[in-house]
């Protein structure tokens, strides 16, 4: 009987770690930013570009900063989500242009309508190394107190949005 | 058959042809482009891109992958580098903003505890469990005397009186 009971309980055991590992998606990595500062920049506005702009001036404020870029082809999948999240007015949110033409830019932003309360221009993409940035796009929740609480890698989707984010700034404002 | 000859012909030349517009751009793919005058910052610089991981295409080191990260990361470590900064300091800047996960060689700590000991552990399994078995057998052969008649069978045998045949 132990004969096969126990290649079969190896077996069995080895099938739910792969079962697990199915499931887990390697692209998200844990970011090492939860719970602290949000990593300080000053850049230059996309559409102004004489007006700087910092992570401090949002201070006091629950906040997103959503890294984008016009050559970023799932950045415009997530673009509908952020567009309908801003004309709800729930919260301001910041766009980081990373490495991309100011001009192509705003003309993508144009063209997709713009959520952004202003889009600062991270041309070297200096600013996105500093905030752990691999895949574009990449959003922060940023709280009142400057610290990072959520890190969204990849697109949001309406299911992270309404399951993760929205609950957490709700919360977020709340304190 | 002349034509078929013929138009072998044609269609190697067409290749050839091919192949030598091609072979700028495969002698351009190869070549690394020196970025560092110094000898020593350059060791270092490509042995620290060496341990890090991009994290784009995660099986590549910073050093191995042509992503748009693992250029601007390299450039970050040889500025670094130049701005007189340590290979700790460095990668210290990249566990910080990227996480354990861009180092190669993991540090020791709780979490990575069975990272770490894992592979001795399945071996340490492995032996016992092969101890084991064989002491069994061992046991095994040793305990189980012949019975009586088996043993007068071995004995037919072995005194050349052969297997009788039913």
Known sequence: ?175 | MLTAAWRDARLLSALATLLLALSPLAAWSGEAVPTEQDPVHEKRAVKLSEELRCLVCQNQSIAESNAELAVDLRRQIREQIKAGRSDGEIVDFMVQRYGDFVLYRPPWKATTLLLWIGPLLLLAIATAVLLRNLRKRRARADERDLTDEERRRAERLLTGGGEEQP
């Open chain 1, 1 to 175: 009987m132990n004969r096969f009971l126990i290649p079969l309980g190896v077996f069995a055991v080895l099938v739910a770690f792969l079962a697990v590992g199915l499931t887990l998606n390697p692209r998200e990595v844990p970011s090492p930013f939860i719970n602290k500062p949000a990593p300080a920049f000053q850049l230059a506005q996309l559409h102004q570009p004489v007006l700087m702009f910092s992570q401090k001036d949002m201070l006091g404020q629950v906040w997103l900063l959503n890294i984008w870029a016009s050559w970023c082809a799932s950045c415009r999948d997530e673009h509908p989500l952020l567009v309908e999240l801003a004309s709800n007015r729930v919260v301001p949110i910041v766009g980081l242009n990373y490495k991309d033409k100011s001009g192509d830019a705003k003309a993508w932003l144009a063209r997709y309508g713009d959520p952004y309360t202003l889009s600062v221009t991270d041309a070297n993409g200096r600013t996105g190394i500093d905030y752990g940035v691999y895949g574009v796009p990449e959003t922060f929740v940023i709280d009142r107190a400057g610290r990072i609480r959520y890190k969204q890698i990849g697109p949001i989707t309406r299911q992270a949005l309404e399951g993760k984010i929205l609950p957490l700034i709700r919360e977020l404002q709340k304190s």
